[in-house]
């Protein structure tokens, strides 16, 4: 992955490190807009989250170009359908240049299984997304899951592990647990992440980006706080300050 930061040869700094765990998501009502925010994060290490209204607008037509441009693609679609529609789907995504991809635990066993083995052949990383982290526990009760959101997390996260996921998305509040749960190995992507005093938005789950990784998150999905910045590329690096 492309970095600018340093003289060429030399060792990556802890700030490095942190960037690189840092998932962007590019959650922008245009394809412009979207390779204007890349174009500034170039070369910092970060990742990139395409979700569900980016692909809307330019299905995978933006995956090569990130890719190019030296960026780990997260594609985050959640899909959730029945095991055959899942795998057929998921056929077809492996064979772009994502690194990673997410379906909903809630779709089942079977479902994670059969998209899990379509991650193994090639390659990619396949997470399963437990509990959304704008929903707290009136909303979990709500759908009919009358369990502590912090158990149904971990309850869906060892589903998946057992169907063969590398990973899930659960809050960074949900952690400690899930790492005690599911090893060391097993990757724990965080959405809901908040810098102290920002805008919690439609997040109810959130914790700020340094807490996220003393807790043990794997990685950090960022959308607002960096893309509804003036600039994007600051408050990336400041994340962490
Ligand atoms: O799978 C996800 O990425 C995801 C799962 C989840 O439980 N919560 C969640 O917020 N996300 C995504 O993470 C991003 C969070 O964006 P911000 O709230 O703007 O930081 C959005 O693109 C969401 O779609």
């Not at 590398?166 to 599911?182: F, K, N, P, T």
Request: aromatic content about 4%.
């Amino acid at each position: 992955m492309q970095r600018d930061q340093g003289v060429p040869g030399s060792q990556s700094s802890p700030a490095d490190e942190k960037i690189a765990r840092v998932m962007a998501a590019l959650d922008v009502d245009s394809a412009d807009k979207a390779a204007e925010i890349a174009k500034q994060l170039a070369g910092t290490g970060c990742w990139l989250k395409i979700g569900l209204e980016l692909y809307a607008l330019s299905g995978l037509s933006l995956v090569q170009k990130f890719k190019e441009m030296g960026f780990s693609i997260f594609l985050d679609l959640k899909l959730h359908d029945i095991p055959n529609t899942v795998a057929r789907t998921m056929q077809v995504l492996v064979d772009s240049a994502v690194d990673m991809i997410n379906v909903h635990c809630a779709g089942g066993y079977e479902m994670m299984a059969r998209a899990a083995e379509i991650g193994r052949k090639s390659g990619k990383k396949i997470i399963g997304v437990t509990v959304l982290t704008s929903m707290g526990q009136e909303e979990l009760s709500g759908v009919g899951v009358n369990r502590m959101v912090e158990d149904q997390v971990i309850n869906l996260a060892l589903l998946a592990q057992k169907a063969g996921l590398d990973g899930v998305v659960a809050s960074a509040r949900e952690v400690v647990s899930l790492r005690r749960e599911c090893g060391a190995d097993f990757l724990l992507v965080t959405p809901g992440i908040r810098p102290a005093g920002s805008e919690q938005n439609d997040q109810v789950r959130v914790l700020t980006p340094k807490e996220a990784l003393e807790n043990g998150s794997s990685y950090l999905v960022v959308g607002r706080p960096i893309t509804a910045a003036v600039n994007p590329r600051e408050a990336l690096f400041k994340l962490f300050d």
